[in-house]
């Protein structure tokens, strides 16, 4: 919690994702209450494009993080100690109780599962952000979009 705090007001207000009293409802409504407010214009049309970051959560690199939260002036202490946390990390698969893939060290990704994940994913991706003239709402989450109500 102490970690939100800090780095709260450099995250863009429509950051669905891993807010608390955030969800996919939230996002949802958001997009259709914009769609409509904007096709109450004349000659008005929506476009919309959905990014799917599957596997968010791997694709963090810690150079490009480390630059964001420099860029941000959060404390230095803070800043080496995420770095530290996503640099040199040993990886590797288990598969059952005795099967062990090799171990790697990367430099990329943040371990999938820890509560540290969703604050680094916030962190990177918050620079891409709304602006006056397009809307960027952001939500990460097993969403499917679906015109069926079974799925």
Known sequence: MHLHRIISKHLDPLQFAYKANRSKEDVILHIINNSYAHLDKRKACVRLMLYDFSSAFNMIQAHLLYDKMIKMSLPPAL????????????????LGPTVYSVTIITNTSAAQGTVLSPFFFCIYTSDYETTTNKCIDKYAGDTVLTGRPDH
């Open 79 to 94: 800043v080496l100690w995420v770095t530290d946390c996503l640099t040199s990390r040993q990886q590797y698969v288990r």
